[in-house]
């Protein structure tokens, strides 16, 4: 009697927590993405505004996307100077990512800006 209530809160812990990552993993995914694209963003106009070379700023931007395994989706400078980048990486999951309905929330894509000074 006791062993079956153990395996069943055993199971209905593991459940739990199963959920907890599966859902939790693009919302850490999305906080994580966010800082680096913050960062790939300041450190091309810190670079931008060393050289005035955008190819140099852009290799900056990849080298701190490559470092968190994300894709540099978009870089420009634009008239004024200011840097966008955005980047984006896809959240682990081991089920929800399939189906339809929650297939697009493991496609996380963040953008940042910054000016150089």
Same mark, same amino acid.
Do not use: M, W
């Given at each position: 009697m006791i062993g079956g209530w153990l395996a069943k809160i055993a199971l209905g812990l593991a459940l739990v927590g199963f959920l907890i990552v599966e859902l939790g993993s693009p919302l850490f995914t999305k906080a994580t993405l966010d800082a680096t694209a913050?960062?790939?963003?300041?450190?091309?106009?810190?670079?931008? &505004? *060393?050289?005035?070379?955008?190819?140099?700023?852009?290799?900056?931007? *990849?080298q701190d996307a490559d470092g968190?395994?994300?894709? #540099?989706?978009? &870089?420009?400078?634009?008239? *004024? /100077? $200011?840097?966008?980048? $955005? #980047? %984006?990486? *896809?959240?682990? %999951?081991? =089920? =929800?990512?399939? &189906? /339809?309905? $929650?297939?697009?929330w493991y496609d996380v894509r963040t953008s940042a800006t910054a000016v150089p000074k």
């Open positions: 913050h960062d790939a963003a300041n450190d091309a106009a810190h670079e931008y &505004f *060393q050289n005035h070379d955008a190819d140099r700023a852009r290799a900056v931007a *990849q968190d395994h994300a894709k #540099l989706d978009d &870089f420009r400078i634009d008239d *004024q /100077g $200011t840097v966008h980048v $955005t #980047l %984006s990486k *896809q959240a682990r %999951s081991y =089920l =929800l990512h399939n &189906f /339809g309905p $929650t297939k697009d």
